[in-house]
């Protein structure tokens, strides 16, 4: 899997989202952003984009997935904080 296909799946997955992908042979990094977020749990939120990748998962195309969801409020915050 390449960074631009999961970003892909993500952004199918979740609508309106920013997605940033990092990494490669079968580990990657994410930075999610959504209003889609609003309102969840930070477990609820790893679960949203989870979903959208799941098959490559369970296929074993994606090996290690870490996931950051933020709303941009939050991601406002952060990137102001420089923690990604």
Same mark, same amino acid.
């Given at each position: 899997m390449t960074t631009?296909? /999961?970003? $892909? #799946? /993500?952004? $199918?997955?979740?609508e309106s989202a920013q997605v940033t992908v990092n990494?490669?042979?079968g580990m990657f990094d994410t930075i999610v952003? =959504?209003?889609?977020?609003?309102g969840l749990s930070p477990v609820k939120k790893q679960q949203m984009v989870y979903a959208t990748v799941n098959a %490559? @998962?369970? =296929?074993?195309? @994606?090996? $290690? #997935?870490? @996931? %950051?969801?933020?709303?941009?409020?939050?991601w406002k915050t952060a990137s %102001? #904080?420089?923690i990604s």
């Open positions: 631009d296909e /999961i970003k $892909a #799946l /993500i952004e $199918a997955g979740i990494g490669e042979n952003v =959504s209003d889609k977020f609003e %490559k @998962i369970t =296929s074993g195309d @994606i090996h $290690a #997935l870490t @996931i %950051k969801a933020y709303t941009p409020s939050e %102001k #904080l420089q």
